[in-house]
């Protein structure tokens, strides 16, 4: 998908980023506790609060997982993986929410999912796109998550600067809306709807405005025509409205993100039929995605904060309406990344109370940011999940309506040994100890290698490297390492041996070394 960055009222710069029938009634998401984040029944803001049926607070700590809104007309990594593999590892890992992007091209007649893997998935097989968002959302539902759609782009083909086009008007754009909000009405894992992604204006003039008054352009009155459609058909939902890039009036910096600029909500607030439904949502991302001039700053990180602030954080501290940060993510391919994801979500607080936020992306194949997984589809980047754990608030739930137990615990610990060595290459030895007492199941360890290093072989377990990031998976003979037990695992490299590999973890949790 592409995101085109904006840093001045007169000009904008280009970036890139990626990216019916009657409904089935499907589970519904089941939780404890609103402890654990996302509460019971549906959801409603007081203030900058979001609180659950029984006015408890909830939190949104998710994750985007895009590909229906593409030419796939389903969530990438079908071809590689099942479908409920995906979301188990997504809500073992601590999400509780999932973005679910969509093109209002998908339900056009006769338009029908590609490159899903008949092995993987054999129950998505011949199914429409709107039927394999319903498998997806069913199947969230009974690991206690919570769904959020988000009308991406009216075609497959291109973000848009409007929420319509001349082949997919308004009317469509409400009419899509509205069959989606009855499709799932009484399914409460379906919880809102984030009616159009990042609305912009365009170099050289045109696009979305905010407060402009021009029914054609003017996003915040289009707003509130959505919204009202959407609550006309389910009452219940949450109604999701992002920022555009550019506000004048408002003060400096004008410009920022697609989708980042909330600053035109203090004077020109949406209005809805049920105002305790609104949610504001933000988009932010790292200087690996495009160098803004506030990463060079010489304040940076310290003004960090107030451009938040100024953006989009003064409607949560003011208690004006809950925000969702919808969509934030890096490479980390820039130091300044991290500096920037670590003090962001120090921004967004901690607990059931913090800002909400759904991470881009779960996808490993977004151009610009890269994914919680790595490029194999199936192992964690480290690096990220580490940063974001602590703010993580895990769904409950199970598939038979009531709440389970949490897994047990992970407790691991690493030793690392470097066992010969010659002139442009080694070979050493990990042992992994699982120190808890519940045994570790299809345990897969990852880690970061040092610069220059590179994996030729491995064994004791299926060992890979992607990038900077090496994988060693349980071998399909000893699938499972009791607790208190340990395994050595082998591998040959190129490089040099006086590096020191770092962040082993089993799937989320760091071991001790």
Not at 2 to 19: D, E, P, Q, S, Y
Not at 62 to 81: C, I, M
Not at 378 to 403: C, D, F, H, M, R
Request: proline share 7%.
């Amino acid at each position: 998908m592409k995101r085109l960055l904006a840093f001045a009222v007169a000009a904008l710069v280009g970036g890139a980023v990626l990216t019916a029938s009657p409904a089935t009634a499907a589970p519904q998401a089941t939780t404890q506790a609103a402890a654990q984040g996302t509460g019971t029944g549906y959801w409603h803001a007081v203030g900058s609060q979001l609180v659950d049926a029984t006015g408890a607070p909830v939190r949104m700590t998710g994750v985007n997982w895009f590909g229906a809104e593409t030419g796939n007309y389903s969530p990438h990594g079908l071809w590689s993986r099942n479908y409920r593999d995906m979301l188990d590892q997504m809500a073992s890992l601590g999400y509780n929410t999932l973005r679910l992007p969509y093109s209002n091209q998908l339900f056009d007649p006769g338009v029908k999912p590609n490159s899903i893997d008949a092995v993987q998935n054999p129950d998505l097989q011949g199914l429409s796109g709107l039927q394999v968002l319903d498998k997806i959302i069913a199947y969230a539902g009974t690991k206690g998550m919570r769904v959020i759609l988000d009308q991406h782009r009216p075609d497959s083909g291109a973000q848009s600067a409007l929420w319509y086009t001349s082949a997919y008007p308004e009317s469509r754009w409400l009419s899509d809306w509205t069959m989606l909000a009855q499709h799932y009405k009484g399914n409460t894992t379906v919880i809102g709807a984030d009616l159009h992604n990042e609305p912009h204006s365009i170099q050289g003039g045109g696009g979305a405005c905010w407060g402009c008054g021009d029914t054609a352009t003017d996003w915040r009155l289009a707003a509130e025509r959505g919204g009202n459609a959407v609550l006309a058909a389910n009452p219940d939902w949450l109604v999701i409205v992002e920022g555009v890039d550019c506000v004048s009036g408002t003060g400096d910096p004008q410009c920022g993100w697609w989708g980042g600029n909330l600053s035109g909500a203090r004077q020109f607030p949406v209005r809805l039929s049920k105002a305790d439904k609104l949610v504001y949502s933000a988009h932010e991302y790292a200087t690996s995605v495009f160098a803004q001039p506030w990463f060079s700053d010489p304040a940076f990180p310290a003004n960090l904060p107030a451009l938040w602030d100024h953006f989009f954080g003064y409607l949560q501290k003011q208690n004006i309406a809950p925000v969702l940060l919808g969509e934030f993510g890096t490479t980390l391919a820039d130091p300044r990344d991290k500096v920037w994801l670590q003090e962001l979500m120090k921004y967004a607080g901690t607990g059931a109370t913090g800002m909400s936020f759904t991470y881009w992306s779960w996808n490993p194949n977004s151009g610009d940011t890269g994914g919680i997984l790595n490029d194999d589809w199936t192992t964690v980047n480290q690096a990220k999940q580490a940063i974001l754990q602590p703010y993580l608030i895990p769904p409950t739930g199970s598939g038979g309506g009531g709440p389970t137990d949490p897994p047990p615990a992970v407790s691991c610990a690493v030793t690392y040994h470097v066992d010969n060595t010659w002139q442009g290459g080694f070979v050493a030895s990990v042992t992994l100890k699982n120190s808890g007492t519940s045994p570790l199941k299809a345990w897969s360890l990852g880690w970061a290698v040092p610069s220059g290093t590179q994996i030729t072989g491995g064994w004791g377990a299926t060992v890979t490297q992607s990038g900077t990031q090496a994988t060693a998976k349980a071998p399909t003979w000893a699938p499972d390492l009791a607790g208190g037990a340990s395994t050595s695992i082998g591998f040959q490299a190129t490089g040099a041996s006086s590096g020191t590999p770092t962040g082993f973890a089993v799937g989320a949790t760091p071991c001790t070394s």
